[in-house]
């Protein structure tokens, strides 16, 4: 536990001199950015390692992984995200845990996380993840919304019991006109978040960036990174 312990320090050491020097590159101050660890496929013990080196906040893309991490955790203060395609029959149980939704993108999942936020009384952050590589009135490969929608849905969230609007996420796309031109689309992001706040000032968080680009993110202006290869390692795969 000694050596794990050793090696998320390192990693998270490192992670944070990126962020930095990210956020020194774009004239912006380091407390701008906040760090979400990513601990899918990963343990309860390195969650519980990664708030003892003052990691608060954490993601789950799956919730047969974090369902249970959770609640192995439910000790310590750590605010968890969700940030995976979210089914309708999985809502009962994320809104259990998470704080943030990271990953709404219609209106039937919307009218689902309000009715499971109201029955436990809850009040639960959403961000609308927009799709940039999705045409009109479709769903990007890697979920979202497609960008002319995303009011429609910003409207829905805010007008909806038990939720919170509370900004924009994105996955930086693999096909369309911005695939392998991450800073290209988080600056689209950027431009989409921009217009949002004009109607729903309260809604400034901006999700983007992963392990292999949250330089870019940072220096379009995103206010939170997703970071799990980088801190935790690369899982060998089972089987």
């Not at 392990?211 to 390692?233: F, K, N, Q, Y």
């Amino acid at each position: 536990m000694t050596d794990r312990r050793d090696q998320l320090a390192a990693n998270l050491a490192h992670v944070e001199e990126r962020i930095a020097s990210a956020c020194a590159s774009a004239g912006r101050k380091r407390e701008e950015v906040t760090l979400i660890v990513v601990t899918k496929t990963y343990p309860a013990s390195d969650v519980r390692i990664l708030h003892e080196l003052g990691v608060r906040q954490v993601a789950e893309n799956r919730d047969q992984d974090a369902a249970p991490k959770a609640e192995a955790c439910a000790d310590l203060s750590l605010t968890w995200h969700f940030v995976g395609q979210l089914q309708t029959n999985k809502v009962r149980s994320v809104t259990g845990y998470a704080d943030v939704v990271q990953s709404v993108d219609r209106v039937k999942l919307v009218t689902a996380l309000s009715a499971a936020a109201v029955r436990r009384e809850r009040e639960l952050g959403c961000l609308i993840q927009v799709a940039l590589d999705a045409e009109s009135g479709e769903r990007g490969d890697r979920g979202g919304v497609a960008p002319d929608a995303v009011e429609e849905l910003a409207a829905a969230v805010e007008s909806a019991p038990g939720l919170r609007l509370d900004g924009l996420m994105t996955v930086a796309p693999l096909a369309g006109p911005y695939a392998g031109r991450q800073r290209a689309a988080f600056d689209r992001l950027m431009e989409f978040s921009s217009g949002l706040r004009g109607n729903h000032p309260a809604a400034n968080m901006v999700s983007a960036g992963m392990s292999a680009d949250l330089e870019d993110a940072i220096a379009a202006g995103a206010t939170h990174v997703r970071v799990g290869t980088a801190v935790l390692g690369v899982r060998p795969r089972l089987g």
